[in-house]
Nanobody, 114 residues
């Protein structure tokens, strides 16, 4: 059974930081590119970042503006998203998915508010 379980979300003040994790099982994580998405209330899913299978190539949405860093630990089948300088508009449910988007987690809530 394929599983992707996100954690690390929470309530943070503007300018704060969070580190999201996505622990995976049931598929060849080390051979798969991975993605982070987010979905804000009342909006559709929005792509955030992509990383290749070995972690050497990363891509980010324009709104990231250098504030987020995607990474992975293939020995632990885990994907990460370090988020710094958070803004209220970053408030959303963040979820991870494999490159094909066939498998995704349920997400973790990130709320940026003072």
């Amino acid at each position: 059974e394929v599983q992707l379980v996100e954690s690390g979300g929470g309530l943070v003040q503007p300018g704060g930081s969070l580190r999201l994790s996505c622990v995976t099982s049931g598929f060849a994580f080390s051979s798969s590119g991975m993605r982070w998405f987010r979905q804000a209330p009342g909006k559709g899913p929005e792509w955030v970042s992509t990383i290749n299978s070995v972690g050497t190539t990363t891509y980010y949405a324009d709104f990231v503006e250098g504030r987020f860093t995607i990474s992975r630990n293939n020995s632990m089948n885990t994907l990460y998203l370090q988020m710094n300088s958070l803004k209220p508009e970053d408030t959303a449910v963040y979820y991870c998915a494999d490159y094909s988007e066939n498998n995704r987690g349920r997400g973790t809530q990130v709320t940026v508010s003072s």
